[in-house]
């Protein structure tokens, strides 16, 4: 049983362009988490989805960040017209429940250059 | 706004002494608590949790405090092992909230 796959690992995006990260969760998991870590700094919450939802986007930027859960495929965060702030390691997580047990992917490291 | 707080960057533990990492958060409505561990270039792995409930929760080598009145919770791992060696994360929730409130970490290397 695979864990939480993401790809890319790494992504380097000129200023304008777009960035397409995807998560596939766990098997079984209906729950999907993604937190984004700056350099020297813990993560932080982005949004959380459940299969063709968005449950909370309390911690999404309002502008040029989106996030879906299709009821095929895996979770996509797309962020448009990237700058170099946009540059830092987003992380997901899924569960099968809506508890605290995420078990975490291994990252996509984003770099703006 | 720093909710939760790890405030030693780094520490430096001999194997098989005590490694203490400290962790002091402002929100009184968290009730759950989390240590996560991470090594470079993977993700954040689960390691224990206490509910707002309790002052303690063991498992194995590692220990969980929580003092509420202070709002200040710590994790020892005893004895340290050089597999310890990764950066810890404490994070927090409130009741009803999916989302976690991490830490900024703390890098805890073994000697050996």
């Known amino acids: 049983n695979a864990g939480v796959m993401q790809n890319p690992r790494h992504l380097v995006r000129r200023r304008g362009q777009e960035a397409r990260l995807r998560c596939s969760p766990m098997?079984?998991?209906?729950?999907v988490y993604w937190y984004r870590q700056l350099p020297e700094e813990g993560l932080k919450f982005m949004v959380y989805?459940?299969?063709?939802?968005?449950?909370?986007e309390s911690g999404m930027p309002k502008e040029r960040f989106s996030a879906e859960f299709p009821k095929e495929g895996p979770s996509i965060l797309r962020i448009q017209q990237v700058v170099r702030g946009d540059s830092a390691a987003y992380f997901c997580?899924?569960?099968?429940?809506?508890?605290?047990?995420?078990?975490f992917g291994s990252g996509t490291r984003l770099t703006v250059v | 706004d720093q909710q939760v707080k790890q405030n030693s960057p780094s520490l430096s533990v001999q194997e098989g002494r005590i490694s203490i990492l400290n962790c002091d958060y402002t929100?009184?409505?968290?009730?759950?608590f989390l240590w996560y561990k991470k090594y470079p270039a993977e993700g954040p792995t689960f390691l224990i949790s206490?509910?707002?409930?309790?002052d303690k929760n063991e498992d194995g080598r590692f220990t969980v405090f929580l003092n509420k009145s202070a709002k200040h919770l710590s994790l020892h791992i005893v004895p340290s092992q050089p597999g310890d060696s990764a950066v810890y994360f404490c994070?927090?929730?409130?009741?009803?909230?999916?989302?976690?409130?991490f830490g900024q970490g703390t890098r805890l290397t073994i000697n050996p």
């Open positions: 989805l459940q299969k063709e939802n968005i449950i909370d």
């Open positions: 206490i509910s707002s409930i309790k």
């Open positions: 994070a927090a929730s409130e009741e009803g909230a999916q989302k976690l409130v």
């Open positions: 929100n009184s409505m968290f009730d759950y």
């Open positions: 997580a899924s569960s099968s429940l809506a508890n605290y047990g995420y078990t």
């Open positions: 098997k079984g998991h209906s729950h």
